[in-house]
Nanobody, 123 residues
Framework: QLQFVESGGGLVQPGGSLRLSCAAS????????IGWFRQAPGKEREAVSC????????NYADSVEGRFTMSRDDAKSTLYLQMNSLKPDDTAVYYC????????????????WGQGTQVTVSS
């Protein structure tokens, strides 16, 4: 059974950077697309970025274009989300999830959610 553990969140000032990690266990990742989603208080979980099983990255949140970079290291069974130039609107719990092969912006199509990691951007 595929499981994820997210880490790397924390409190950062506006303009700062964080790198989130999503460590997988249970199954190899090579057949899965992995998505980063985030959920701010009082809001629905939204897609941020996704990387397909073939390594193609799609950014779904226009607000992160040019600031966030997703990557995967299947040898380490770990996904990363490098977040630069952080803004207060990026404050949320960040989750990773998986689906077969191809990316999607629908959280309902993903499973194996981790517990999330809190990112707070504040001065």
């Amino acid at each position: 059974q595929l499981q994820f553990v997210e880490s790397g969140g924390g409190l950062v000032q506006p303009g700062g950077s964080l790198r989130l990690s999503c460590a997988a266990s249970g199954l190899p990742l090579d057949s899965y697309a992995i998505g980063w989603f985030r959920q701010a208080p009082g809001k629905e979980r939204e897609a941020v970025s996704c990387i397909s099983s073939s390594g193609v990255v799609t950014n779904y949140a226009d607000s992160v274009e040019g600031r966030f970079t997703m990557s995967r290291d299947d040898a380490k069974s770990t996904l990363y989300l490098q977040m630069n130039s952080l803004k207060p609107d990026d404050t949320a719990v960040y989750y990773c999830g998986a689906r077969w092969w191809h990316c999607s912006d629908s959280q309902a199509e993903f499973g194996a959610w981790g517990q999330g990691t809190q990112v707070t951007v504040s001065s």
